[in-house]
C-alpha cells in the first residue's frame, strides 16, 4: 500500500491495484477502511454543518 488510497494514482495503476486487491487481503482491509474513514469525516462535516 500504497499510494492508492490518496488517490494520486492514475487510472491505469488503479487498475493494477484493484486486481492485486483481489489476491491481497491486507489491501482490501486497508481499502475498507480508508473508505469507511472518508464516509465518517463526511457524516461528521454533515452533522457539524447542521449543528452549526
Ligand atoms: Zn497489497
Do not use: N
Not at 475498507?32 to 457539524?48: E, F, N
Amino acid at each position: 500500500m500504497h499510494d492508492y488510497l490518496d488517490r494520486r494514482l492514475p487510472a491505469r495503476r488503479v487498475r493494477r491495484f484493484e486486481s492485486h486487491m483481489d489476491g491481497c487481503p491486507r489491501c482490501i482491509r486497508a481499502f475498507i477502511d480508508a473508505r469507511q474513514t472518508a464516509w465518517t469525516r463526511k457524516a461528521a462535516a454533515r452533522v457539524r454543518v447542521r449543528s452549526g
